[in-house]
């Protein structure tokens, strides 16, 4: 029951922070990065010091690039699992590898081009923080941290006109408190299953809500990556079983 709460609160306040992030995110101030920020810095050791640039790096191209593109990127996170996998072979994680790079490298070739808005070096920056968070996660240390500090971070970001700025900062806050609690569960396998739910339910939410915002490029780049991932994910699941 409790396992079905938090995972369904994590799946609702992603959607809720794509919808917050829709209302204007080219007017996403820098400051509300303060709300997630007194959560992670609250954690301790390097590991939140790194997520925390992690977060940073990824969130400064936010009001700049299309948010489609943004939140697209989100998919690299599974696809890393997949290529540093333990289960996964070298030559199947450089496959997967290789595909990944060569999605975002077209989509960095556009943007160079004037055909797809935002720059490149952003979505270079945006593809190392998300590469940056995967790398915390993995020596993160759970500790006991109050989300009120964040919520009354939240206060004054919202009185100065900036509300869905907030919303966003403490969905994603409502989000890694859900993910910590169930990684601190006996359930903690779901932490890595919710790594690809969730990135896969924010554009498809995008998607879904926002279709004229959403370029055919960034959605046939997503698609593949995706499916590039799960494959592989698949295969060594597989050759895992048979040896």
């Not at 999605?103 to 998300?130: F, N, P, R």
């Not at 859900?178 to 359930?187: E, F, R, V, W, Y």
Request: with cysteine; hydrophobic share 60%.
């Amino acid at each position: 029951m409790q396992l079905t709460l938090w995972v369904a609160s994590a799946i609702v306040l992603s959607i809720l922070s794509v919808l917050a992030l829709t209302i204007d995110v080219s007017s996403l101030p820098l400051f509300a990065l303060a709300i997630p920020a007194i959560w992670i810095v609250q954690a301790g050791g390097v590991a939140s010091w790194l997520m925390l640039g992690a977060v940073a790096l990824y969130s400064t191209g936010l009001s700049q690039q299309p948010l489609s593109l943004s939140i697209s990127i989100l998919m690299f996170f599974p696809a890393i699992q997949v290529i540093f996998s333990k289960r996964a072979s070298w030559q199947l994680g450089l496959l997967i590898a290789i595909i990944v790079v060569a999605m975002y490298a077209g989509i960095i070739a556009l943007q160079q081009d004037g055909k797809l808005a935002g720059e490149g070096l952003l979505t270079i920056g945006q593809m190392l923080g998300v590469c940056g968070a995967w790398l915390a996660a993995r020596s993160w240390r759970a500790a006991m941290v109050n989300p009120l500090w964040s919520v009354g971070m939240a206060i004054p970001v919202a009185l100065s006109g900036q509300a869905h700025a907030a919303l966003a900062g403490l969905t994603l806050v409502g989000v890694m408190v859900a993910l910590q609690t169930i990684g601190n569960s006996k359930h903690r396998e779901w932490v890595e299953k919710l790594c690809w739910v969730l990135p896969t339910i924010a554009f498809a939410t995008l998607v879904v809500a926002f279709p004229s915002t959403v370029p055919q490029t960034i959605i046939v780049c997503w698609l593949l990556v995706l499916s590039s991932a799960w494959i592989g994910e698949y295969l060594s699941e597989e050759l895992n079983e048979e040896y």
